[in-house]
C-alpha cells in the first residue's frame, strides 16, 4: 500500500513539473514563425549595419579646439562640450537589451524570467553613447580621464527608476572629485521603471478615473534626488516616451508583442469611461517641463527632454523569404520590452546628433525617430556646446549669424546679471534726466505765461490813461 502511494506521489509530482515547464512554445501567441521572423530580421540588419568603431574614427576630422576661450573661462552648461564630460552613466530599461543568441533557445525559458538575461550596453558589441563621448574626446586629445558608470537593474533590490539613480549616486561618488567633474546622465525610461505607488493615479473629474503607467511623478521624484546629490556639474538628458509609439506598432504588428505588452495600455473600457485622460497625462508633461525649467535648471545644473519617440516610423522589410511586408524586429529585444543592441545603438546616434546638431527651428518642437544608421556628427566649431534651452537659439543650428563676442554676451549667464543690473541703472538715470527735463521745461512755461499775464495786466491802465488825457 506504502508502495502505491509513493508511486502515486511520484507521478503527480511528474505531471506538476511537465506542468511548470509549459514553456513559450505552448503559447499560441508565440510560434516558431515569430522567432524565425526575428532571427532573419536581426541577420539582415547585422549584414547591412555599419554600426561599429569605425563610425567614432571620424571624430579625429571634427575642428575642434581645447583652448577655446569658451570653454576655458566659462564653465556652465550653456558652453559645456563633450570633451569636457568625466563621467558618463545611463539609467532605464531601454539602456538594457536581452542578446540576440537567447532566441536560439527561447522555446525553453519562461517568459516572466527575461529579464534575469538584459545586458548593459557594456556588454554590446555596437558603439553606444558612451563610446561616442570617449571617441570624441580622444579623437580631439583630451587626456582628461572619463568614467563610464553602468549599472545592470537586475542588481537592484527594486526595480524602478528611483532606485536605480540611487544606486547610481552612490558609484559616482565614489569617483574622486567627483563634484569637480562633469557627470552626464542618460535617462531613457519605460513603463517598467514606474515606482510601484505611482502604477495608478487617482484623476479627480466628475467621473472617478485612474491613470495607469505615467512615468512623470517617477520622473519627478528621481529628478529632485539627483538634484539634491548631484547638484553641481550635471547635465541630464531625458528621452520622453509619453505615446509609447513604438510598443504600440510593434503590439499592433505581432501578436506576440501584443501578448507582452498588454499590462502597458489601457483596456477599452478604461479608455472609454476615463475623459481627457490622454490630455491629462500631456499636462503632467508640461508641468514636468515647467517645474524643470522654474526649479532644477541652474548654471551648473541642466535637464533636457527630447521628443525623439514620440512620432516614431518603423522600418518595413519585404523580402521572399518572409512572405508579406513586416516591421522590422531587430530593432527591438525578443521581449518586446526592451530594444536590442543594434537598437540602443542607432538611437544613440539619434540622441547624439540631436544634442549637437539639432534640426528643429525650436528645440522644444516634437520630432521623429525612423531606426536607421546615421553618421555621427561634429559639433558646431562656431558653437561646439550640446544644445540647451539657454544656447539653442544663439548657435548656428538655425542658421543665425551672430559673432563670437555678442554671444558671449549673450550666453554667460553671471555677465548677463551684470548687463542687466548695469541696464537698469542707466534706465533708472535716462528716466531720473528725463523727468527733471519734463518738469525743468512746465516750470519754465509757467514762468513765461505769469510773464506774459502780468505785462498784459500792466498794459491796460495805460491804455485807459492815454484815452483820458485825449478826451
Not at 534626488?225 to 516616451?241: D, R, S
Not at 520590452?337 to 522644444?364: C, F, M, V
Request: proline share 4%; glycine share 2%.
Amino acid at each position: 500500500m506504502l508502495k502505491n502511494i509513493v508511486l502515486f506521489l511520484s507521478l503527480l509530482l511528474i505531471v506538476f513539473s511537465l506542468d511548470d515547464n509549459i514553456t513559450n512554445h505552448d503559447i499560441p501567441l508565440i510560434n516558431e514563425n515569430f522567432i524565425n521572423i526575428y532571427k532573419y530580421h536581426y541577420q539582415m540588419a547585422v549584414e547591412d549595419n555599419v554600426l561599429d568603431k569605425r563610425m567614432i574614427s571620424h571624430f579625429n576630422k571634427c575642428e575642434y579646439d581645447n583652448n577655446n576661450k569658451n570653454l576655458q573661462y566659462y564653465s556652465d552648461t550653456s558652453y559645456l562640450s563633450p570633451g569636457q564630460i568625466n563621467i558618463y552613466t545611463e539609467i532605464g530599461s531601454l539602456s538594457n537589451f536581452i542578446p540576440q543568441k537567447l532566441t536560439e533557445s527561447f522555446f525553453d525559458i519562461p517568459l516572466d524570467n527575461l529579464n534575469e538575461f538584459l545586458q548593459t550596453t557594456e556588454d554590446s558589441k555596437y558603439p553606444t553613447f558612451k563610446d561616442f563621448i570617449d571617441g570624441f574626446k580622444k579623437g580631439t586629445n583630451n587626456d582628461d580621464e572619463f568614467h563610464k558608470v553602468i549599472i545592470n537593474h537586475i542588481e537592484l533590490s527594486e526595480i524602478n527608476l528611483l532606485e536605480w539613480a540611487k544606486r547610481v549616486t552612490e558609484r559616482i561618488k565614489e569617483i574622486p572629485n567627483y563634484n569637480q567633474k562633469w557627470k552626464f546622465i542618460l535617462i531613457t525610461p519605460t513603463i517598467q521603471d514606474i515606482i510601484p505607488k505611482y502604477g495608478k493615479i487617482y484623476k479627480n473629474t466628475n467621473n472617478t478615473n485612474y491613470l495607469y503607467n505615467n512615468i512623470v511623478p517617477t520622473l519627478y521624484e528621481t529628478l529632485n534626488y539627483i538634484k539634491n546629490t548631484l547638484p553641481i556639474k550635471t547635465f541630464i538628458v531625458i528621452l520622453k516616451n509619453e505615446d509609447m509609439s513604438i510598443w504600440k506598432t510593434y503590439k499592433e504588428s505581432y501578436k506576440y508583442c501584443q501578448f507582452a505588452t498588454k499590462t502597458w495600455f489601457k483596456k477599452k473600457d478604461i479608455i472609454n469611461n476615463c475623459l481627457n485622460c490622454n490630455n491629462y497625462n500631456e499636462w503632467t508633461w508640461q508641468i514636468l517641463q515647467r517645474n524643470i525649467t522654474r526649479y532644477f535648471n541652474t548654471k551648473y545644473f541642466n535637464v533636457n527632454i527630447i521628443n525623439l519617440l514620440d512620432n516614431f516610423i518603423p522600418l518595413i522589410i519585404k523580402t521572399n523569404k518572409t512572405k508579406g511586408e513586416w516591421i522590422d524586429l531587430s530593432f527591438i529585444s525578443i521581449d518586446c520590452k526592451h530594444l536590442s543592441d543594434i537598437g540602443i545603438s542607432t538611437l544613440h546616434t539619434a540622441i547624439w546628433n540631436w544634442l549637437i546638431s539639432p534640426r528643429q527651428t525650436k528645440y522644444e518642437t516634437r520630432s521623429y525617430f525612423k531606426p536607421t544608421v546615421q553618421m555621427l556628427k561634429c559639433p558646431l566649431p562656431s558653437c561646439p556646446f550640446m544644445a540647451t534651452n539657454n544656447n539653442f537659439n544663439y548657435c548656428d543650428y538655425n542658421d543665425y549669424q551672430y559673432s563670437t563676442k555678442f554671444k558671449n554676451l549673450l550666453l554667460h549667464e553671471p555677465f548677463g546679471e551684470e548687463a542687466m543690473i548695469l541696464i537698469l541703472i542707466i534706465s533708472a538715470i535716462i528716466l531720473y534726466t528725463l523727468i527733471w527735463r519734463f518738469i525743468g521745461s512746465l516750470m519754465k512755461r509757467q514762468e513765461e505765461y505769469s510773464n506774459n499775464m502780468k505785462n498784459k495786466w500792466n498794459q491796460i491802465p495805460l491804455i485807459e490813461e492815454g484815452t483820458l488825457l485825449n478826451l
